[in-house]
């Protein structure tokens, strides 16, 4: 079973910085590469943000250089710290397990999300 937990979400001002913090159950952090994602409203959700076990990242070309991913393993906690907020950064965020295939007959799971609100 897995379960994750967002939290760390607010409303903040045009270029404020949040970080937000995801709780994962087990030891699916340490063990696995996680995501972060968004929705807006009326928009998919999109990929954010990504980490591997060795620690490589990766990150959408709207918020490279602003937004940081990293780990703790022992926490079993996945952060996205989000510097230089953008109102068009307003969205839900989500994490995500992201398997390796062998294992991606498991499927999705996403938390309750947390909302980030960056008003201009």
């Known amino acids: 079973q897995v379960q994750l937990v967002e939290s760390g979400g607010g409303l903040v001002q045009a270029g404020g910085s949040l970080r937000l913090s995801c709780v994962a159950s087990?030891?699916?952090?340490?063990?696995?590469?996680m995501g972060w994602y968004r929705q807006a409203p009326g928009k998919q959700r999109e990929l954010v943000a990504t980490?591997?076990?060795?620690?490589?990242?990766d990150y959408a070309d709207s918020v490279k250089d602003r937004f940081i991913i990293s780990r703790d393993n022992a926490k079993n906690t996945v952060y996205l710290q989000m510097n230089s907020l953008k109102p068009e950064d307003t969205a839900v965020y989500y994490c995500?397990?992201?398997?390796?295939?062998?294992?991606?007959?498991?499927?999705?799971?996403w938390g309750q999300g947390t909302q980030v609100t960056v008003s201009s």
């Open positions: 995500k397990v992201e398997w390796p295939p062998r294992l991606r007959a498991i499927g999705d799971f």
């Open positions: 087990k030891n699916i952090v340490s063990i696995n590469s």
């Open positions: 980490i591997t076990t060795d620690g490589s990242t």
